[in-house]
């Protein structure tokens, strides 16, 4: 009887280990400037979270929550935090902080501009898509493999991989966000005579920032399981509470470790959860019109142009 087992096997273990140990000799000045920048930045983050008196930070995040959500999410950020406090872990889950804000600002930075790319070119998706679709169906621990293997152990690398698994998601929405626009307003702003940079900048970008807020909160719930996993390899904070207690069997140990991961992850998906929430009025309103000022000025326009071009497409409607 014919088996599995009497079919060739292909060396393929072997094929992506010679692989990974060539671009580790000849590719190495690149992996050091990808890490550099990312090195720098975590350093600055998680020395300003750590700087910042505990009192000082509460009431802080405080105002900064209830100013992007809501005042019972801001309550339960501000009740979290002293609860992560009294659990003795503050320290840790500041470093996990900053490992997922230096996340969430490259993948804000890669990110959206490749999601985009891909809006804006059909034949860029089909090339994006399926290498998405890999990095989001692959577990966790393998994105540890070729990090460890091209920048080492340590919290660095560790953010690394962070960046790399977390990123997928927003490329995603901004790209979703941007061809759900509805096609009668991009004609409406063609009209007007936008050209192709004001249709993004001032018609397709506004009009998907829900739905880009949406896969920023994908983003940071996947930056949070990584910060966690990265513990394997290293990486310092309340993942490697949880590595600790389990490897010394200490359940309390990782019990608090995991309690406060919860407490943290809940806070952080409120509030950008609630960002991606459109409102009709108030706050929110006043957040989604900063926003789209900060678009405008970031393409070269004026921050006190007071009516825009999509203003006037939706007006044309």
């Given at each position: 009887?014919?088996?599995?087992?009497?079919?060739?096997?292909?060396?393929?273990?072997?094929?992506?280990?010679?692989?990974?140990?060539?671009?580790?000799?000849?590719?190495?000045?690149?992996?050091?400037?990808?890490?550099?920048?990312?090195?720098?930045?975590?350093?600055?983050?998680?020395?300003?979270?750590h700087?910042?008196?505990?009192?000082?930070?509460?009431?802080?995040?405080?105002?900064?929550?209830?100013?992007?959500?809501?005042?019972?999410?801001?309550?339960?950020?501000?009740?979290?935090?002293?609860v992560?406090?009294?659990?003795?872990?503050?320290?840790?889950?500041?470093?996990?902080?900053?490992?997922?804000?230096t996340?969430?600002?490259?993948?804000?930075?890669?990110?959206?501009?490749?999601?985009?790319?891909?809006?804006?070119?059909?034949?860029?998706?089909?090339?994006?898509?399926?290498?998405?679709?890999?990095?989001?169906?692959?577990?966790?621990?393998?994105?540890?493999?070729?990090?460890v293997?091209?920048?080492?152990?340590?919290?660095?690398?560790?953010?690394?991989?962070?960046?790399?698994?977390?990123?997928?998601?927003?490329?995603?929405?901004t790209?979703?966000?941007?061809?759900m626009?509805?096609?009668?307003?991009?004609?409406a702003?063609?009209?007007?005579?936008?050209?192709?940079?004001?249709?993004?900048?001032?018609?397709?970008?506004?009009?998907?920032?829900?739905?880009?807020?949406?896969?920023?909160?994908?983003?940071?719930?996947?930056?949070m399981?990584?910060?966690v996993?990265?513990?394997?390899?290293?990486?310092?904070?309340?993942?490697?509470?949880?590595?600790?207690?389990?490897?010394?069997?200490?359940?309390?140990?990782?019990?608090?470790?995991?309690?406060?991961?919860?407490?943290?992850?809940?806070?952080?998906?409120?509030?950008?959860?609630?960002?991606?929430?459109?409102?009709?009025?108030g706050?929110?309103?006043?957040?989604?019109?900063?926003?789209?000022?900060?678009?405008?000025?970031?393409?070269?326009?004026?921050?006190?142009?007071?009516?825009?071009?999509?203003?006037?497409?939706?007006?044309?409607?």
């Open positions: 009887m014919f088996k599995a087992d009497d079919l060739a096997i292909f060396p393929v273990d072997l094929w992506i280990q010679q692989g990974v140990s060539w671009l580790a000799l000849n590719l190495r000045p690149i992996f050091l400037a990808i890490k550099w920048p990312i090195e720098n930045f975590l350093w600055l983050n998680d020395w300003i979270f700087v910042i008196p505990f009192p000082v930070f509460v009431v802080g995040f405080f105002l900064l929550a209830w100013w992007l959500s809501t005042r019972g999410i801001a309550v339960f950020s501000a009740i979290s935090l002293i992560i406090a009294m659990l003795g872990v503050w320290n840790e889950a500041m470093t996990t902080l900053s490992l997922i804000s996340a969430i600002v490259f993948c804000a930075a890669g990110g959206i501009p490749i999601g985009i790319w891909c809006a804006r070119s059909d034949r860029v998706w089909n090339i994006v898509r399926p290498i998405l679709d890999i990095m989001q169906t692959t577990p966790s621990f393998v994105y540890l493999v070729p990090v293997m091209l920048f080492g152990v340590g919290t660095v690398p560790g953010e690394v991989a962070v960046v790399t698994a977390a990123a997928p998601p927003l490329i995603r929405f790209n979703l966000g941007i061809r626009v509805e096609r009668e307003i991009v004609e702003g063609l009209a007007f005579g936008a050209d192709r940079r004001q249709l993004l900048f001032e018609i397709q970008l506004p009009l998907a920032i829900p739905t880009i807020l949406g896969g920023l909160n994908q983003t940071v719930l996947t930056a399981v990584l910060s996993v990265v513990a394997m390899i290293g990486a310092e904070g309340l993942g490697l509470v949880v590595l600790q207690g389990l490897g010394r069997l200490d359940v309390g140990r990782a019990a608090v470790g995991g309690i406060a991961i919860v407490l943290l992850a809940m806070v952080l998906d409120r509030i950008t959860q609630q960002l991606a929430t459109p409102k009709k009025s706050r929110p309103a006043e957040r989604g019109a900063l926003l789209r000022t900060v678009v405008r000025v970031f393409r070269g326009g004026r921050p006190d142009e007071t009516v825009p071009v999509v203003t006037r497409a939706k007006e044309a409607l």
